[in-house]
């Protein structure tokens, strides 16, 4: 048994949320913008993908199923093979031309592994990481 650990991030788009629901659902495109992800394929079910992460030496595979979806607002997900994830990303209307974003992050980390995920040690790369998804994510969608 492994430990889960967790990681959110935020950032604010000057899009309409209509739009940055529309970017963030084509899951095909995410390695455009999420770095460590090497590649998403959508399944004969719309609600299942698989998923492969290539990062610091590691690779990680695994299929997700979105648990929930309300457009415009939240996608929930969770791993259904390989790499124990789950997730959320929701989406704030702050105005008819802003949007914030946050996204959470959860996986499960074999126990030989878990030590050195603390967020002293690499915890930290990982926060770090995923904002800098999120902004290019950000730069993406205000770039049309």
């Known amino acids: 048994m492994g430990k889960w650990l967790e990681h959110s991030v935020t950032t604010e ?14 899951l095909e495109a995410m390695p455009r913008w999420m770095r460590w992800i090497e590649s998403v394929v959508t399944l004969d079910d719309p609600d299942l993908t698989d998923w492969t992460l ?6 990680f595979h695994w299929k997700a199923r979105i648990t929930e979806r309300v457009d415009s607002q939240r996608l929930h997900w969770e791993s259904v093979g390989g ?7 929701r989406f704030y209307p702050l ?16 126990g030989a592994l878990a030590p050195l995920m603390e967020p002293t040690i690499m915890g930290g790369i990982v926060t770090r990481e995923l904002q800098a998804n999120l902004d290019r994510f950000r730069d993406l969608v205000e770039k049309g």
Do not use: C, H, M, N
């Not at 788009?13 to 529309?22: D, G, L, N, S, T």
């Not at 790499?83 to 959320?88: H, M, Q, S, V, Y």
């Open 13 to 26: 788009i000057k899009a309409p949320v209509a739009r940055v629901w529309e970017v963030w659902s084509d």
């Open 83 to 89: 790499l124990p994830t789950k997730g959320a990303v």
């Open 95 to 110: 105005g008819p031309d802003l949007t914030a974003v946050k996204l959470t992050v959860s996986y499960e980390l074999p």
């Open 54 to 59: 290539a990062a610091q030496g590691f690779r």
